[in-house]
């Protein structure tokens, strides 16, 4: 860059007045709202990266670091950044390179921006840098800065099906990266939904103006140790009350924790956003890059690449597509699986339903007397008498009576006693509540329908309870009949259980399901829901897995049942 633009050698100057040049070879964040003056800070940083003619490879999904090319003034040149794609591309992406770029920047001294800006959808974005993390792990071996700004979309507190690969290396590279020179700095607007796993492997963190509480929550996550709590209280506080270009940063190892305004940069802003009727012009002049050598290395590790491929026998991003369809149809899956379990169940109480009718109907089409008893038969008739009237009640069933004997009575089960007892039986030996038994059954665990159902199955004995828990009984059995087999594995299990919950607990059910044997906090269950962690409505989602057993709780945090994991 020409120093006829600058004031100074600023590979000299300390950072933002505190930190040292020599701490920015350590893993730093940048966090901050959108238009906090985050990505304006951060190039700030870079340059002094640049002056040092370190190794770096930006990141931008956005296409706004490309002004690293030009002067503040857009007259003078700014630093010889080599731009990969975006609309001001000295060689343009597509997303079959991102293998190939990758060993380029690996085994090169460059600085450059990967510009995806332009590669279309976020699918797309998602592969490149799949393909792109990957080989650049495995390449790169001295040290080189890597910006991921937007780090949220690479390293994501929820990751989709087909992004779990991406996280993975993202995290690699984060966490054990140092011994293969990767030097990582995050940028992100919603640190919330960055991998903690990732985000609390910073070293130093800039906290700018952040106004959401969970936002600042994660922010009191990293700084819980570095301060004491009442001056962490008091930044998270003022947070909000940040002006553009202002921000906390913390950087233990130096013994820095500061507020701080960042300095104006000597490269042009292309991250600012034009006012309302404005047009901003694009600089006159950019930094020289020969792209010669540069052009003929890519092509050749493209050559490479594609014939690694084909010796694997595909793509990468065509195997991520497959992998991608392969999970939507196990969910598909598992979601028909438990509606045909729900129908078989159906299907089984109306054959036994029928089957009784039938019966009922048979019989009164042919009685049959009963049996004589022996000291009748050598008696003499009686003689005939005309009948009373009388009114005729039928004996109500005891617990504990055979089940052929306790259905005398009206000759069926109630439908919510029936239902119940599909339940018990398909589980059985299993031993549930009777609320997880309603649940099962499709019933409400209240109301004088489920009352009836499950006073007959008591008074019918067909049913055994113990300290609070019921199963079916072999009388019960009997009478249940042919059921359908029950879910024998922890994904049919849950698709089964979220087929029969009411709103919002199934969603909350697969979302703790997802996090496995982790327990997480009601806000970031709510967080991943797009929810807040109060109301009636999702008070009783909670109550609802908490009181069927389907949840553990640990203090206020939560993880989803051993019968899902």
């Known amino acids: 860059m020409s120093h006829a633009a600058k004031q100074g050698d600023r590979s000299e100057l300390p950072v933002a007045g505190v930190l040292s040049t020599a701490a920015l070879d350590e893993r730093l964040a940048?966090?901050?709202?959108?238009?906090?003056?985050?990505?304006?800070?951060?190039?700030g940083l870079v340059e002094h990266l640049l002056e040092a003619s370190a190794?770096?490879?930006?990141?931008?999904?956005?296409?706004?670091?490309?002004?690293?090319?030009?002067?503040?003034?857009?007259?003078?040149?700014?630093?010889?950044?080599?731009?990969?794609?975006?609309?001001?591309?000295?060689?343009?992406?597509?997303?079959s390179m991102g293998a190939a770029l990758s060993r380029l920047i690996g085994m090169r001294p460059l600085a450059c921006v990967v510009d995806l800006s332009e590669l279309g959808s976020a699918a797309a974005r998602r592969r490149f840098m799949a393909a792109f993390a990957e080989a650049l792990y495995e390449a790169n071996t001295e040290p080189l800065h890597l910006v991921l700004d937007e780090a949220d979309l690479w390293a994501p507190q929820r990751p989709l099906p087909e992004a779990h690969a991406l996280l993975g290396r993202i995290e690699e590279i984060v966490r054990r990266g140092r011994v293969r020179g990767f030097i990582p700095w995050l940028i992100t607007q919603r640190p919330a939904v960055v991998h903690k796993d990732v985000l609390s492997q910073a070293d130093i963190l800039i906290a700018m103006k952040l106004t959401s509480s969970q936002d600042r929550d994660a922010v009191g996550g990293w700084i819980e140790g570095q301060a004491d709590r009442a001056e962490g209280r008091r930044i998270l506080a003022d947070l909000p009350k940040l002006s553009r270009g202002e921000g906390y940063l913390w950087a233990p190892s130096d013994g820095v924790l500061a507020r701080v305004a960042f300095p104006q940069i000597w490269t042009y802003d292309s991250s600012r956003t034009p006012k309302r009727g404005e047009r901003i012009a694009t600089p006159r002049t950019l930094a020289e890059v020969d792209l010669s050598a540069i052009t003929a290395a890519l092509a050749e590790?493209?050559?490479?690449?594609?014939?690694?491929?084909?010796?694997?026998?595909?793509?990468?991003?065509?195997?991520?597509?497959?992998?991608?369809?392969?999970?939507?149809?196990?969910?598909?899956?598992?979601?028909?699986?438990?509606?045909?379990?729900?129908?078989?169940?159906?299907?089984?109480?109306?054959?036994?339903?029928?089957?009784?009718?039938?019966?009922?109907?048979?019989?009164?089409?042919?009685?049959?007397?009963?049996?004589?008893?022996?000291?009748?038969?050598?008696?003499?008739?009686?003689?005939?008498?005309?009948?009373?009237?009388a009114s005729v009640t039928a004996a109500r069933p005891r617990a504990g009576r055979p089940a052929a004997?306790?259905?005398?009575?009206?000759?069926?089960?109630?439908?919510?006693?029936?239902?119940?007892?599909?339940?018990?039986?398909?589980?059985?030996?299993?031993?549930?509540?009777?609320?997880?038994?309603?649940?099962?059954?499709?019933?409400?665990?209240?109301?004088?329908?489920?009352?009836?159902?499950?006073?007959?199955?008591?008074?019918?004995?067909?049913?055994?309870?113990i300290a609070n828990l019921v199963t079916v009984s072999p009388a019960g059995m009997e009478v249940a009949g042919e059921v359908p087999p029950a879910p024998s594995s922890a994904e049919e299990r849950l698709?089964?259980?979220?087929?029969?919950?009411?709103?919002?607990?199934?969603?909350?059910?697969?979302?703790?399901?997802?996090?496995?044997?982790?327990?997480?906090?009601?806000?970031?269950?709510?967080?991943?829901?797009?929810?807040?962690?109060?109301?009636?409505?999702?008070?009783?989602?909670?109550?609802?897995?908490?009181?069927?057993?389907?949840?553990?709780?640990?203090?206020?945090?939560?993880r989803v049942g051993a019968l899902f994991r």
């Open 55 to 95: 190794r770096i490879c930006i990141v931008d999904p956005l296409g706004v670091w490309w002004g690293l090319r030009a002067g503040a003034d857009g007259v003078s040149p700014g630093y010889p950044v080599v731009v990969f794609g975006g609309r001001h591309a000295d060689i343009a992406l597509d997303e």
């Open 301 to 389: 590790a493209r050559k490479s690449e594609h014939t690694k491929n084909a010796i694997a026998g595909g793509s990468v991003p065509r195997m991520a597509e497959l992998e991608h369809q392969l999970a939507e149809r196990h969910r598909l899956l598992a979601a028909a699986q438990a509606r045909i379990a729900a129908l078989e169940a159906e299907a089984t109480a109306l054959r036994s339903r029928l089957d009784r009718i039938v019966s009922l109907a048979t019989e009164g089409a042919h009685p049959v007397a009963p049996p004589v008893p022996q000291a009748a038969r050598s008696s003499p008739p009686p003689a005939t008498v005309a009948p009373k009237p």
């Open 405 to 465: 004997d306790a259905e005398e009575g009206n000759g069926t089960l109630h439908p919510a006693a029936r239902k119940l007892l599909t339940a018990f039986a398909q589980h059985a030996p299993a031993r549930f509540t009777w609320g997880q038994a309603a649940t099962l059954a499709g019933l409400k665990p209240s109301g004088g329908h489920y009352n009836a159902g499950r006073k007959q199955l008591r008074d019918m004995g067909l049913v055994e309870e």
């Open 495 to 558: 698709a089964l259980w979220c087929a029969r919950l009411p709103s919002p607990a199934p969603d909350m059910l697969r979302t703790l399901a997802a996090q496995g044997e982790r327990y997480i906090e009601p806000e970031e269950l709510a967080l991943a829901l797009g929810k807040k962690a109060t109301g009636g409505h999702w008070n009783s989602g909670i109550a609802l897995l908490r009181n069927n057993g389907l949840i553990e709780v640990s203090g206020k945090r939560l």
């Open 30 to 43: 940048i966090v901050g709202t959108s238009g906090s003056g985050k990505t304006y800070a951060a190039k």
